[in-house]
Every structure is written in structure tokens, then in C-alpha cells.
């Protein structure tokens, strides 16, 4: 497929998304999930009888995760600073975003998740926002901010809270990357531990992504990062500024590179049996000869969009075995939308007090393991994969009672069934809205089409 098909069929999605969006005006709304038969119901549902309600859960704030929508609800914030690839648009511009992202929460997962941008000015200003709002959530979905303080707005909330907060430019972008890398080594035959991985862009998901390879189980000193000053080691000269402006930044650069490797990305990459790239999209930014310079049977992750650092098949041709992009034309899409709704409905379900790297090195495993008999180009599920969501779930919702983060307690197959038949009343819900016309069909598209 050349660039120019590419671009022509982006234009179309751009087109066809602004047309669509003026005529739905919003992707999710709320509606009643109780019944209204006539004016004595509200008698429960309001008052009088509902400030039996708040008096019981001021007696035990826990209880509004049983008797409100909070255990299902989730606030996904953001302050529009990098949207995309778009970058610092601002919080009216990132609502169209964080809708879309509401609407694969509860298609997938059955979350209520409520879109907030927010118009903030600084750091400080947002995790005071945070935590005013944290009695209204079960969970926070972070979203869309730039870095480096979206690590410290992270670290903060998941200190500061009683809920599970997750940004998921980072942890879920780092959660996909570690299932692929788990089938791409088990087909290769490679350990994890031996493995030596190359990550071009230290930003927030190759950060993240390094964080949680050291937690499944690879070797640190075996990993390195390279930005646009350089690969990350001790010596380099704005160490001082990293210490001050970036610390994980800085603690990586202590942590990894064992053989304090020093140069740029071909020297970064030679050698290596992994290559994670999150850089500056276009097909030179990795070029084919530093690929030929990779060990044998080279695992390739090219994820910039929505043109990758280094075409497929030209990826291939200098001798990598298997390749990821983040586009759903080409196989092995690394897509942080296998992560989330699974996650967060385990973390709900569990009623978790927080999310940590454990895990979510359990939600990866799920994800490899979910692929039976996994291929060359095909290392990870699709979002057409319904039964992934509720799997990921269980095994999130375990792993926080296993690590004490949980406030309900239950088997992996519990909440299994839990989820399953959560996400498929939500399914089946919005099945029959669309069956009976209740959700418009397209402009222009028929009902069935």
C-alpha cells in the first residue's frame, strides 16, 4: 500500500468523522438504568427515601462503590496538552478524543466512563482537580498529557488516591508492547531475560514500557533508550537536567544500558534482538541498514502514525522476523485498546484501591496467552477478539487481590463471570437501541449496511 492510498483513505476518515460528529453531536450519553413506572418511584430513586441512602454510605464511605454507579464509573482526564498527534490543542479540542475513548470503554468493557477534559494550568492545579473529583470514580483514566508531567501527575494520584488511576499513554501503550514482545521471543526462542531491546524515543509509553519489561522480567542492563540527544547513560551532559526535570528519565539512564553503550540510534540498535520504536513517524527515521545490524530473526515494533519509522516490508527484507505497527492495515497492531477496558473492568469488578506493575504484567500475560498458537503476523488479538476483554479482566481483578489492592475479594474464574456477563448485558443493551433504531443508523447509510 504506497503513502499516497494512505493518505487518500486518512482523508476520507477526517471527512467522514467531522460530517458524522455534527450529526450525532457526542458519542455516549447517560440514560436511566432503573425503572419509572409513574410518580411514587422517585419516592426511592429521590427523596424521601434516598437519604437513607447518603446516610448509610456517610457511615462507611465504601458503600457508595454498592449502592451508587461509582463502582462502574470511570473519569477519563485530560488538559489537552498532547492530543494525539496533534499536540497542545487545549481541552475543548481533546473532548472529540476522550468521547471516542469513552465509547471503546463501554463497548468493550461495559464502563461508564465519563469524558473531562480539563482547563488547567498547571501540574499542581490538575491533581488538585483529581482529587477533589475522586468521591464521584471508581478509577481514573489518564489521558493526553504531555511530557514529562504526566509521570508526576501519575506517581501523585496513585499515591494520594483510594482508586486505580492509569494513564494510559503510558501503562496501557507499555501493557500491549510487553504481550507482543512476550509471543514475538516465545517464537523466536529467546528468554526474555537474555534479551537484549532497543527503544528509539524515550517518551512516555517507551519510558513506561522499559519500567514494565524490567518488572515481567528482563534484564535491565540489557535495555536501552535513545532520544534525540542520544542513548541514555550515565555520562551523558544533561544528566543534571534529567535528575531535576525528568527523574525516570534519569533513573533509566542509571539503570539500563549495561554496557554503556554511547551514540545514537544505529549504535543503540546494533546488536539488539528488539526494537521498540515511539519516535518521529516517516519510513527513515529507523533505516535499513541499522535492521541488517540487529541480530538474527530481529523483533521489529515500528509504532509512530500513521506512517511507522520503517516500513514492514522493508523491515523484513533487511532481515527482521516479525514486525508490529500501530495501524490496523498491516498485522500485529499494538493498540492500547486491547488493555483498558479490560483492565479497568477488573479493577472495577475487584472494587481496587490501585493498579501497579504487577498488575499489569498480569494483564500482558493474558493478552500473549490469549493467542493459542501465535505467528509471525499474529502476536497479539484484535479488537474483533470480544472474549479478550472479560479474560483480562479476571486476571487484573486476581492479580489485585493477590497483591492486597482489592476491596472485594474473589477467583480468577469469579471474575471472569463477573465480567462476562456484565460486558454482555452492556452488549446486548446496545444491540437492541440499534435493532429497534433507537441509535441512529450513518448519515446516508442504511440501516443494515
Known sequence: MSFMEDLERTERYNKLAIEYSEYYKGKVRVVPKVPVRHLDDFSYWYTPGIAAVSTKIASDKDLSFELTGRWNSVAILTDGTRVLGLGHVGPEAAMPVMEGKALIFNFFGGVNAVPIPIRVKS????????????????????????????FTILETLQKALNIPVWHDDQLGTASIILAGLINSLRLVGKRMEDARVTFVGAGAANIAA??????????????????????????????????????????????????????????????????????KQGPDTIKRDWIKAMEKDGIVFALANPVPEIWPDAAKESGAKIVATGRSDYPN????????????????????????????????????????????????????????????????????????????TGTKQKFFDIASEIIQENRNIYMDLLDRNLVKPLPGVRKND
Not at 131 to 146: C, M, R, T, V
Not at 376 to 383: A, G, R, S
Open 123 to 150: 501540574q499542581e492545579e490538575f491533581i488538585s482537580v483529581a482529587k477533589a473529583l475522586e468521591p464521584s470514580f471508581g478509577g481514573y483514566n489518564l489521558e493526553d498529557i504531555e511530557s514529562p508531567k504526566c
Open 210 to 279: 522499559a519500567f514494565l519489561l524490567d518488572a515481567a522480567g528482563f534484564n535491565p542492563k540489557n535495555i536501552i533508550l535513545v532520544d534525540s540527544k542520544g542513548i541514555l547513560e550515565p555520562e551523558r551532559e544533561d544528566m543534571d537536567v534529567l535528575m531535576i526535570n525528568n527523574p525516570l528519565k534519569y533513573q533509566l539512564a542509571l539503570k539500563t544500558n549495561g554496557d554503556r553503550v554511547k551514540g545514537g540510534i544505529p549504535e543503540a540498535i546494533k546488536g539488539s534482538d528488539v526494537v521498540v520504536s515511539a519516535a
Open 333 to 408: 497492531q499494538i493498540n492500547n485498546s486491547l488493555v483498558f477496558p479490560g483492565v479497568f473492568r477488573g479493577v472495577l469488578d475487584a472494587r481496587a484501591k490501585g493498579v501497579n506493575f504487577q498488575v499489569m504484567v498480569a494483564a500482558s500475560n493474558e493478552i500473549a496467552n490469549f493467542i493459542e498458537d501465535p505467528t509471525p503476523d499474529n502476536i497479539v488479538p484484535t479488537m474483533e477478539d470480544w472474549e479478550l476483554y472479560p479474560s483480562v479482566a479476571s486476571a487484573v481483578a486476581s492479580k489485585t487481590v493477590e497483591m492486597k489492592l482489592a476491596r472485594k
